[in-house]
């Protein structure tokens, strides 16, 4: 899918939709500094642990997810944006289903 329209307004909970028993991305927008990208997550699906070399912060748009960070449970729902530090063994698991906005600064 390519990378949504810059100048434009855009509804995120609708640029991404749910998929039975799956997680969904969109990339949004991407640099080479950075990237912005949209998940979908059915309810049960999750990102098993991995690091990252670089800061991630998550927004939820909708729905409920439990975010591990160094081993630590964080219960988020809509509304709710953490920060995933660099380099820190991090999962993710929906609650329910979820949308979520990623962005990650290269810096």
């Keep these: 899918m390519p ?45 098993s642990e991995h690091t990252a070399p670089f800061d991630a912060l998550v927004h939820l748009l909708e729905g409920e997810a439990e975010i591990r960070i160094s081993g630590k449970p964080y219960l988020l729902s809509a509304g709710d944006a953490i920060v995933m530090p660099a380099n820190a063994p991090h999962a993710l698991k929906a609650s329910t289903k979820f949308k979520m906005l990623l962005t990650m600064i290269r810096a």
Aim: charged share 20%.
């Design 3 to 47: 990378t949504a329209a810059k100048s434009q307004i855009l509804k995120l909970v609708e640029l991404v939709s749910y998929q039975d028993g799956s997680v969904v991305s969109r990339q949004i927008t991407k640099a080479d500094m950075g990237n912005v990208t949209l998940f979908a997550f059915d309810a049960g699906q999750e990102l």
